[in-house]
């Protein structure tokens, strides 16, 4: 799934479909409710990670990270399950307060592959959060998604999502978006 190439640009109104399934993802992450985007956004052979990125010259040509590489977080749809669960605990003290954490999404651009059902769609991001009374972090970077369309609706069954900083002081970077 992860060689799968962008091919044309989808219509507008195709566009339209995907960028509205994005900003309902979004208020969805952002209202807590995990468990049902989960079961409803979430395909059951996601692939959903954060590679770690390594600031390069020019002249080094060595490929990007490959999802066998070193990352941040490379979890599949039992390990995404899990962190959603363990939200519902009352036991991730980085979440208790619970976050408040905006999801700006921008630059969307969605391509169709070489298989019908499945989409390529590149966003700009950034992750707002706040908790406690004064702290606040932001992280601005890049997703790329594959998603599946499901009858009338999406599924993602890949992200990977690339942070512009490479040294980040936030104290978690549990977010799904």
């Known amino acids: 799934m992860h060689d799968i190439q962008p091919t044309d640009r989808v219509s507008l109104e195709l566009h339209h479909a995907i960028s509205q399934h994005a900003y309902t993802e979004a208020r969805m992450l952002q209202n807590h409710q995990y468990k049902e985007w989960l079961e409803g956004f979430v395909a059951e052979d996601i692939h959903f990670w954060m590679p770690v990125i390594e600031r390069r010259y020019r002249k080094d040509k060595r490929p990007a990270p490959g999802p066998d590489d070193m990352a941040i977080y490379s979890d599949d749809y039992s390990e995404v399950k899990q962190r959603v669960d363990r939200m519902y605990t009352g036991t991730v003290w980085m979440e208790d307060p619970a976050s408040d954490i905006k999801y700006l ?9 070489e298989q019908d059902d499945l989409f390529k769609v590149y966003t700009n991001v950034a992750y707002i ?20 369309k499901v009858g009338d609706k999406f599924q993602l069954v890949r992200r990977k999502i690339v942070l512009d900083a490479r040294v980040t002081i936030d104290k978690n970077l549990y977010f799904f978006g």
């Open 105 to 113: 999404l921008t630059n969307i651009e969605a391509f169709h592959t």
């Open 129 to 148: 959060r706040h908790r406690q009374q004064l702290e606040r972090s932001e992280h601005i970077g890049a997703r790329e998604d594959l998603l599946r």
